[in-house]
């Protein structure tokens, strides 16, 4: 069979010129319309089965291979940010305030450039592959948990994610077996107290000090309460009461997140932040109403799906070039897949300092190393042929670049 890395490759200078249209033309979370248009018309014309708006504004190809076999998924995001490109490139944003800031362009791009492969070599597919294209990552609750509502995942027995990763060097790949990734929530705590004249405090109830009050004992869910072999994180985002010099207001309001691994922790955090809240308002006069909400779950990836991926990407890139990532406390909605069933999600480099891809996730100027497509695209291609690899594991393949 003709070498699949090689069909991937001559399609490489094709399939940059689509990343770099979806980066100048991006669309946030929940507003995406042409960017699953152009997704479903590029798997029309490839003769992929397509159906649009599941869940929202996803898109789901299938190849129907031509041999028995099991069902794998491949699943790429294609939501951008509201943030204001500040790269000095060809391809920057021409949409004021949203810009492709986490690499979603680029793995739109890598799952659309394995759709064509395998869609030239379907009837040496044992099994069926099935193509995910999801709206709204960025989102609590994401696009995930509606497309899997929508019936994405029927029929499906394994599922495989990548994230092109700022911090890792371009050739680079990391896995990690287990939670890799946290779950994410967010609170919001009003403080009702009696405002008035900043000359005379004993006739108020101050707000803003017994907010700071609230903002102190938080702290001490991760530094005293919780165990310290388990991970929490409990952060402040926003403290907001008044506008004068001379006036005590009547409100604060304090905005955060938590990030947890531990079902039993995220419960327990919940009711602490509930708990601390009441019981200073209490003691001080005032009153406190908090909201919780649950985001994204945490994200746990499978052993043998995990270990079966980065033997792959090993024998294709190298054991030097292949490690183990350390668990991190952000959030991927992947892991709603992964909680219903087996796979992995894992990580590929894009970082190059030579064309100024340096900069962090969410930054106004984050770009990453284009050859990454061509490192997700191979290592989706060798989960669907894992013989291919083993074929090529006596002469390794470049790192992920022609």
Request: aromatic residues 8%; charged residues 20%.
């Amino acid at each position: 069979m003709t070498d699949l890395f090689q069909k991937l490759e001559s399609l490489y200078p094709a399939l940059v010129e689509l990343r770099r249209d979806l980066h100048m033309y991006p669309e946030v979370s929940l507003q995406e319309v042409e960017t699953p248009r152009k997704i479903a018309q590029y798997l029309e014309k490839l003769g992929v089965e397509v159906k649009t708006g599941v869940g929202g504004n996803g898109v789901v190809g299938t190849i129907r291979g031509g041999k028995p076999g099991k069902t794998i998924a491949l699943r790429a995001d294609f939501d951008a940010l509201p943030i204001q490109d500040q790269k000095e490139v060809p391809y920057k944003s021409k949409i004021p305030g949203v810009m492709h800031a986490c690499g979603h362009d680029l793995h739109t791009a890598a799952l659309l450039g394995v759709a064509n492969v395998l869609s030239q070599v379907k009837d040496d597919i044992e099994g069926d592959v099935v193509l995910i294209h999801q709206f709204a990552e960025e989102v609590a609750p994401g696009g995930a948990e509606a497309m899997i509502s929508d019936g994405c995942l029927e029929g499906i027995d394994e599922i495989y994610g990548a994230h092109v990763w700022a911090d890792h060097p371009i050739g680079h790949y990391s896995f990690h077996e287990g939670y890799t990734m946290a779950a994410a929530d967010t609170f919001d705590i009003t403080i009702a107290g009696k405002g008035g004249h900043g000359a005379m405090p004993h006739q108020t109830v101050d707000p803003i000090v017994i907010a700071s009050h609230i903002v102190l004992s938080l702290q001490q869910i991760a530094s005293r309460i919780t165990d310290p072999l388990k991970s929490v994180v409990v952060t402040i985002g926003a403290f907001h009461s008044g506008d004068a010099h001379n006036v005590i207001p009547d409100q604060a309001h304090i905005k955060g997140t938590v990030r947890t691994f531990d079902e039993e922790v995220r419960d327990r955090t919940e009711q602490l932040i509930q708990q601390f809240s009441e019981m200073t308002c209490q003691a001080y006069g005032a009153k406190a109403e908090v909201l919780y909400k649950r985001g994204h779950m945490a994200l746990c990836n499978h052993a043998d799906q995990t270990m079966k991926a980065s033997n792959l990407a090993k024998k294709l890139f190298g054991e030097e070039n292949v490690s183990d990532k350390e668990p991190i406390m952000g959030a991927e909605d992947f892991s709603f897949y992964l909680n219903e069933i087996p796979g992995s999600f894992f990580f590929v480099g894009g970082r190059n300092p030579e064309i100024n891809a340096t900069y962090p996730h969410h930054h106004p100027r984050f770009d990453v190393d284009e050859r990454a497509i061509l490192g997700i695209g191979k290592l989706f291609l060798s989960l669907v042929f894992p013989e291919v690899v083993l074929a090529h594991s006596n002469h390794k393949t470049d790192h992920s670049t022609k």
